[in-house]
């Protein structure tokens, strides 16, 4: 069982559907990213969380520490928001390298 | 924001040559930086972590001789892929780690993708 846990695996959406995405993970963490992956390759950073929620422009991340479990919301949904979104935390043991889920592939169809 | 360059993002070249991929933290220094390798559909693999003015700290599994890092200053570090073969052929990422608000986060650079022919 990996320890960053992503479902689902893919995703394909109409435009303006309310989108979410999920992340599990099995080990003590600082803190968890989310990431978002286009097509080129690039990534990009788009929250840290270490509790609580975050939100950015259409963008919400909530984190439950107790649970183990983060959420990604994309609201009113958008085709440029194609893209693979990854999860990936950063244990507690002290250096700072991260575990990554495996992606969800999200596709919104105009 | 916190800008990371790599370069170059394309690279194609013949079996037994070496490759060098520079990455760079263009407004901020950054400490650590971190080599990873990713094949197509899959997630991120991290090769090795880079601190500036020591040697690099490998992943299990990676050759150190083969994927040569050397992370000269704060804001530049370099992965050199020595007598590169087709399995070899991958797209490079490379991050740098800045601290904001007591917090180290990771801002990526745009990746190189290699084809070894």
């Known amino acids: 069982k990996n320890e960053v846990e992503q479902s689902p695996q893919n995703l394909t959406a109409q435009e303006g559907e309310f989108i979410t995405i999920n992340c599990s993970y099995s080990?003590?963490?600082?803190?968890l990213h989310w990431l978002q992956q286009h097509p080129g390759g690039g990534i990009v950073s788009l929250f840290m969380?270490?509790?609580g929620k975050k939100k950015h422009g259409r963008l919400i991340a909530t984190i439950n520490i107790q649970e183990k479990h983060s959420s990604l919301h994309i609201t009113a949904s958008h085709p440029r928001d194609s893209a693979v979104y990854i999860c990936?935390?950063?244990?507690?043991?002290?250096?700072?390298?991260?575990?990554f889920g495996t992606g969800t592939r999200l596709t919104i169809i105009p | 924001g916190a800008v990371v360059s790599q370069h170059p993002s394309w690279v194609i070249c013949k079996s037994g040559t070496s490759v060098k991929i520079e990455c760079r933290s263009l407004?901020?220094?950054?400490?650590?930086m971190f080599w990873y390798r990713q094949f197509p559909k899959q997630s991120l693999m991290l090769m090795a972590t880079s601190n500036e003015g020591s040697k690099a700290t490998y992943e299990q599994g990676v050759e150190k001789d083969k994927f040569l890092i050397n992370h000269a200053s704060l804001t530049l570090s370099t992965l050199t892929v020595t007598s590169a073969h087709p399995e070899d052929s991958s797209f490079y990422i490379c991050?740098?780690?800045?601290?904001?608000?007591?917090?180290?986060?990771?801002?990526f650079g745009p990746g190189t993708r290699l084809l070894v022919l």
């Open positions: 407004d901020f220094q950054a400490t650590t």
């Open positions: 990936a935390v950063v244990s507690n043991f002290g250096n700072e390298k991260l575990t």
């Open positions: 969380l270490s509790s």
């Open positions: 991050s740098a780690g800045k601290s904001l608000a007591s917090q180290e986060t990771q801002y």
């Open positions: 080990v003590g963490i600082s803190a």
